[in-house]
C-alpha cells in the first residue's frame, strides 16, 4: 500500500509524458479508481489513505489536500510525498487506468465514479460529510466489473 500522492506523481509522469496535463479532480478519480481495480483484480489496496463519499464522488483526503490549490488548473507535479517503488503490478494497473480513463474530463470521471450502484452510491449518507468507503466495498465492485 502506498501514499496517494505517490500513485498521483505516476499518474502525473504518465500524462506528461503523453503531452497532457490532469486537473485535481481528474488526478483524485484516476487515483481512486486505479485502487479499485487494483483490489478488484489483485485483491490488495493500492492506497493506505483513507477514501470518503463526498458529495461529489469519492475522496482521498490526503491527495485533496495536497492538491486543491490549483482548482480546476492543471497539477504541477510532483505532489509533495515520500519516494516509494511501486511493482510491476501496481504500475500495470496505474498505467491500465490511465490509458482506460485517462482522456475523461474530471466531471465525466466524477459522473462514472457516482453513478448508482457504485460504492460511492451505497457509502454516501446525503447532508453528511467524510463517510468512510471500505475497501471491502470497493474490491467488491470492482470484481464485479472484471468479471463483467
Not at 40 to 52: F, N, T, Y
Request: hydrophobic content about 40%.
Amino acid at each position: 500500500m502506498h501514499d496517494s500522492r505517490v500513485v498521483a506523481n505516476r499518474f502525473l509522469e504518465l500524462a506528461a509524458a503523453a503531452n497532457d496535463t490532469l486537473t485535481p479532480m481528474q488526478l483524485l478519480k484516476l487515483v481512486y479508481i486505479a485502487h479499485g481495480w487494483m483490489l478488484g483484480l489483485h485483491g490488495r489496496p493500492l492506497v493506505r489513505d483513507e477514501i470518503q463519499a463526498w458529495q461529489y464522488g469519492p475522496v482521498i483526503p490526503r491527495l485533496y489536500n495536497a492538491i486543491r490549490q490549483y482548482r480546476s488548473n492543471p497539477v504541477e507535479g510532483p505532489v509533495a510525498a515520500s519516494r516509494e517503488d511501486l511493482d510491476a503490478d501496481e504500475l500495470s494497473i496505474i498505467k491500465q487506468t490511465f490509458e482506460g480513463y485517462g482522456d475523461m474530463s474530471g466531471p465525466a470521471l466524477s459522473r462514472l465514479t457516482h453513478a448508482p450502484n457504485t460504492p460511492w452510491h451505497v457509502s454516501y449518507i446525503p447532508g453528511t460529510f467524510g463517510c468512510e468507503m471500505s475497501n471491502d466495498i470497493i474490491e467488491n465492485h470492482y470484481r464485479a466489473l472484471a468479471a463483467g
